[in-house]
């Protein structure tokens, strides 16, 4: 079922609210597409954007599929690589299971197997994980806005007992974060891009349900920094506008909507990564990425979980 253009910026975001079931599968690309790298961008782009608009899906894609990687298993545990700012290494999961930019109706759409991301990821930020593989991703700074659940309008906290009275995870996540910033990026006449991210601070790799005392705070990614400037939204002070840090981030490709089910399972696998890997140290706060509107059945939807990590001899040479 397609969606009228009119109304898939707010679907698109919805799908990451909603506490629906996930599952996970490996699947496999179509045999003329196993190769561990995207076709080439088509050979004209489209033009440069005014600075108050998105750039075209065309654009945003030739750009992001720059970045393909190479279909390649960790090289050395001793001394890990780290891919170049936008792009994916692949430590594990099947060599077969690929992300190709395909034409569709002239546009591109990513596609892995029967998984289709058909909306803009963000000016040099990485292709999707394929479901069924974990990849180290290396992260630009991005621009976003993001709301966190424990603010006021007026970015007061608010009480705690309240806010975990009405509802826990992804439910709470629906209610209190998609409004505000859908509202904002119509406000700014921006279009919906994807992924959707949901940052969860405190939520710990090593748990076996991280998002039980979570503090979540979701996002709407800018496709380029030349749509707004940083700063809170004078309309709504909940929404903050920022800049991220780039990152290396370890992340597992999952099939699945935003729910529970489908964090623990990317945190599980996560979790049993690292403690084959020791030469990987996880920093960050856990993320979740997702791709998909409702229009996509559960097993279709394309998701992502992560963490930020850094090489441990990185680590032990930064404490002494």
């Known amino acids: 079922m397609q969606i009228p253009p009119a109304l898939r910026p707010g679907v ?3 799908s990451a609210l909603l506490p629906l079931a996930a599952c996970d599968s490996q699947t496999k690309a179509p045999a003329a597409n196993a190769s561990a790298s995207a076709p080439a961008a088509p050979a004209q782009a489209a033009p440069a954007p005014a600075p108050a608009q998105a750039a075209p899906l065309q654009t945003i894609a030739a750009q992001n599929n720059a970045s393909q990687p190479a ?5 050395t545990a001793s001394a890990p690589a780290i891919p170049p700012m936008g792009q994916a290494l692949r430590l594990e999961g099947d060599p077969a299971i690929v992300v190709t930019l395909e034409p569709r109706r002239g546009s591109f759409v990513y596609r892995s197997g029967d998984h289709l991301v058909d909306t803009a990821l963000p000016v040099g930020y990485p292709r999707p994980t394929p479901p069924g593989t974990i990849e180290l ?3 630009p700074s991005i621009r976003r806005a ?3 659940a424990r603010v006021n309008a007026d970015g007061s906290p608010v009480d705690d007992s309240r806010v975990e009275a009405e509802g826990s995870g992804m439910q709470r996540n629906g209610r209190e974060g998609f409004w505000p910033l859908f509202q904002h990026i119509q406000r700014r006449d921006i279009a919906m891009t994807s992924p959707v991210e949901m940052d969860w601070r405190g939520a710990s790799v090593s748990d076996d349900k991280p998002m039980d005392d979570a503090k979540w705070t979701m996002s709407f990614l800018y496709r380029e920094p030349a749509q707004g400037a940083t700063g809170n ?15 290396v981030m370890l992340s597992v490709g999952l099939a699945g909507r935003s729910s529970d089910r489908t964090i623990n399972a990317g945190v599980a696998k996560l979790r049993d990564y690292l403690a084959r890997n020791p030469q990987w140290q996880p920093v960050g706060d856990l993320r979740g990425l997702f791709y998909n509107d409702p229009s996509v059945p559960d097993r279709l939807a394309w998701a992502e ?8 001899s990185l680590a032990q040479a930064g404490s002494r």
């Open 146 to 148: 993001e709301y966190g």
């Open 305 to 312: 979980i992560q963490i930020e990590v850094r090489p441990a």
């Open 233 to 247: 939204d004078p309309k709504d002070t909940r929404v903050r506008i920022i800049d991220t840090k780039p990152a």
């Open 137 to 139: 991703k290396h992260y």
């Open 12 to 14: 698109l975001a919805l």
């Open 71 to 75: 279909s390649t298993t960790n090289p």
